[in-house]
């Protein structure tokens, strides 16, 4: 590889990569990056975003991959789901947030793909997430509240979770 070609750097995240159902890397034709959320080593990029200042963009590429990649069809599922890990960004993602640093205890929120989800914890608790609003245009995060309080747009942590409660995603379609 020539070192014109070994690295690029990103001086700027105004545009979306496009996304590229299985390929990798960066199109051919443009040399654009791609986003290919049908491999596992890509399925924390749609929350680097969030991260970066820019939840907007999360929930733009979050949506993007559930409409085109993830299908109720039995070839509905883009890539292979190895150890289950396509499955788990869907349910995380459909929740609202995802664990970019799976060690960490913290989940990046992105834009929840589901009305109304419970998960049912130990010692009969329950963790309720609710996206008040969203349809097809409103997939953009207004506010969050934990339990009636609002919270940071950014991350949620796993003893949050695990305590139980409400967490409510108001949800707009203007960014």
């Not at 869907?90 to 009305?115: C, E, K, R, W």
Request: hydrophobic share 35%.
């Amino acid at each position: 590889m020539n070192s014109s070609s070994s690295a690029r750097t990103i001086t700027g995240i105004s545009s979306i990569p496009r996304i590229s159902a299985c390929a990798e890397g960066t199109s051919r034709a443009t040399g654009a990056p791609l986003l290919t959320p049908g491999n596992e080593p890509s399925h924390h990029i749609a929350y680097l975003y969030t991260i970066a200042g820019h939840p907007e963009k999360t929930a733009e590429v979050v949506r993007d991959v559930f409409d085109l990649l993830y299908k109720p069809t039995p070839d509905g599922l883009c890539g292979n789901d190895d150890c289950g890990q396509m499955s788990a960004w869907y349910m995380f993602s459909a929740f609202g947030f995802y664990p970019v640093n799976p060690i960490s205890g913290t989940y990046v929120f992105g834009a929840p793909q589901l009305h109304e989800a419970t998960l049912h914890l130990p010692g009969g608790k329950t963790f309720t997430i609710k996206a008040d609003g969203m349809s097809e245009t409103a997939k953009y995060v207004k506010s969050v509240s934990l339990n009636g309080e609002a919270i940071d747009l950014k991350t949620l942590t796993y003893d949050q979770i695990m305590a139980g409660g409400e967490l409510v995603y108001q949800m707009t379609d203007a960014i």
